[in-house]
């Protein structure tokens, strides 16, 4: 079985702040990993992954994420902050196959 | 291209109704998911087919049932409705159904309200 545990329903910065999701997954076989980002009354849009290779993973918008197999962790970070990234993000595991299971999800609020 | 297109994009329904929920994947992608995302949950995931076969099922009830055509769209069926049911239904396409080519990419989904 998997599991993802995102600590922090929401997390506050300012506008040019460091952001930082955390996310730490459970699984019993090498996980591919997932960001995925959701507007209001938006699907999923994936920010990143991870599936084998490099650790240090980097997405569109500036987002990027090291795979920590050590600490079973796959945080988020982006150096400075904008405005237009306030929305959920969701982290998700996978065993390869294309079912994921989701994380409860953290909603980014960017202020001014 | 087209992306992944769900239909109806809203719709209300009462308890005890059933609802069809429907999923035109990206052209060329032969699997498709299902997920149920409740207020303030992340996505949890119903169904998979892939070449019209189901490939896997989540911990719901019987009262939901898919299918895949053909074509490759698919059809989410939900029976007598609950007010727990209310949630935004998203469909996922991908080219197969594992690794790299088993990518999902989402619809904006199909928000049902139960009353």
């Known amino acids: 079985a998997q599991s993802v545990t995102q600590l922090g329903s929401h997390v506050s910065v300012s506008e040019g702040a460091l952001v930082l999701l955390r996310c730490n997954y459970s699984?019993?076989?090498?996980?591919?990993l997932f960001w995925y980002v959701q507007y209001p009354n938006q699907g999923l849009q994936l920010l990143l992954k991870?599936?084998?290779?490099?650790?240090l993973v980097k997405g569109i918008n500036g987002f990027e994420a090291e795979f920590k197999k050590s600490e079973t962790s796959f945080h988020l970070t982006k150096p400075s902050a904008h405005m237009s990234d306030a929305a959920e993000y969701f982290c998700?595991?996978?065993?390869?196959?294309?079912?994921?299971?989701f994380g409860k999800g953290t909603m980014l609020l960017v202020s001014p | 291209d087209a992306g992944v297109t769900q239909s109806p994009t809203h719709l209300i329904k009462t308890r005890g109704q059933q609802v069809t929920l429907r999923c035109s994947p990206i052209?060329?992608?032969?699997?498709v998911s299902w997920y149920q995302q409740v207020l303030g949950q992340g996505p949890q995931f119903i169904f998979q087919?892939?070449?019209?076969?189901?490939?896997g099922r989540g911990n719901f009830p019987d009262r939901f049932s898919a299918r895949q055509f053909p074509n490759y769209s698919s059809e989410l069926n939900v029976n007598a409705l609950l007010l727990g049911d209310s949630a935004l239904y998203l469909c996922?396409?991908?080219?197969?159904?594992?690794?790299?080519?088993?990518?999902?990419?989402f619809g904006e989904g199909s928000r049902l309200t139960v009353l």
């Open positions: 998700a595991v996978s065993s390869g196959y294309s079912t994921l299971t």
């Open positions: 087919y892939y070449e019209k076969e189901e490939r």
């Open positions: 996922a396409s991908s080219l197969t159904d594992r690794g790299h080519t088993g990518e999902l990419f």
């Open positions: 052209s060329g992608h032969k699997s």
């Open positions: 991870y599936t084998t290779g490099a650790t």
């Open positions: 699984s019993s076989v090498p996980p591919y």
